[in-house]
Nanobody
Framework: VQLVESGGGEVQPGGSLRLSCVLSGDHFDYYPIGWFRQVPGKEREAVSYISNQSNETYYGDSVKGRFTISRDDAKSTAYLLMNNLKPEDTTVYYC?????????????????WGQGAQVTIAV
């Protein structure tokens, strides 16, 4: 199984970006998907999550109301739409997939990870 992310870049504060995460090598609809981010020197933080059956979603407090997660099973792709971006959102974003995710915030519950996408909000 491989996850490939795209869509990172640099925007000004208040701008928007959409990250994509394509899964290959297995049935995408088997997997809940999580998005995490990691600032150097800190733990990887759960940003958002979408389940694979009920499309249940989760958002971290710092992104609630600004980010929207979605999935298109026909395209084996998950998306993270990020609006009203702030300088503190600058970091590397990772998508992750896990067959059995018990705690959506726990990175060890995920089996596969993307390579990371750099998001920079230029001040």
């Amino acid at each position: 199984v491989q996850l490939v992310e795209s869509g990172g870049g640099e925007v000004q504060p208040g701008g928007s970006l959409r990250l994509s995460c394509v899964l290959s090598g297995d049935h995408f609809d088997y997997y809940p998907i999580g998005w995490f981010r990691q600032v150097p020197g800190k733990e990887r933080e759960a940003v958002s999550y979408i389940s694979n059956q009920s499309n249940e979603t989760y958002y971290g407090d710092s992104v609630k109301g600004r980010f929207t997660i979605s999935r298109d099973d026909a395209k084996s792709t998950a998306y993270l739409l990020m609006n009203n971006l702030k300088p503190e959102d600058t970091t590397v974003y990772y998508c992750a997939a896990g067959i059995l995710v018990i705690d959506l915030k726990r990175k060890n519950d995920y089996d596969y990870w993307g390579q990371g996408a750099q998001v920079t909000i230029a001040v």
